[in-house]
């Protein structure tokens, strides 16, 4: 009678690991969450002078309109930054999946429900719907490296200088 008690207790312990263990690898995907996101606004799309149209491409549907007389109305943004669709991501938890055969599951899903935050940012248009100012979040200027990579990207996507008589420009 005690190895038969010990046997199921043996039994219900390897159930409930093996339960534990597709519960945790099921719990939320991942590499599903790393390729479903939302894409950044594009900031350099508008400016000052801008049609309402093209700043309703990037940031959506104002969640809130306030008029402000003489035809002009400030309408509110929120938009998540941060939580783009990262095909890299995607594969990196993928494969931290396989290496720790679905334990990564719990941190990973946890890590990838925090990814990203809300902003809101305020823009003022004018009675024909054209921005008069921008309020609230806008990205930061790049620095460093960054700023290096994109000056050096710019110049490659010139055109090549001209000639002319004198020599080369």
Not at 113 to 120: C, L, P, V
Request: overall charge negative.
């Amino acid at each position: 009678m005690p190895y038969i008690k010990e046997a199921v207790m043996k039994s219900a312990l390897v159930v409930l690991v093996a339960d534990l263990y597709v519960l945790l690898s099921l719990s939320g995907c991942s590499v599903a969450m790393a390729l479903h996101g939302n894409p950044e606004p594009n900031f350099k799309a508008f400016e000052v002078g801008s049609s309402r149209q093209q700043v309703e491409i990037q940031l959506g549907k104002p969640v809130a309109s306030q008029p402000l007389g003489e035809g002009k109305k400030k309408d509110s943004y929120r938009f998540e930054m941060g939580n783009s669709p990262n095909g890299h991501r995607a594969v990196l938890n993928f494969y931290i999946d396989l290496a720790t055969f679905g334990i990564w599951e719990l941190p990973g899903t946890i890590i990838e429900a925090m990814m990203g935050h809300d902003e809101e940012t305020r823009i003022t248009y004018d009675a024909n719907d054209r921005v008069v100012a921008i309020e609230g979040y806008t990205p930061p200027e790049p620095t460093g490296a960054l700023k290096e990579a994109i000056e050096t990207q710019e110049k490659v996507g010139q055109p090549a200088p001209t000639q002319n008589s004198d020599g080369p420009k």
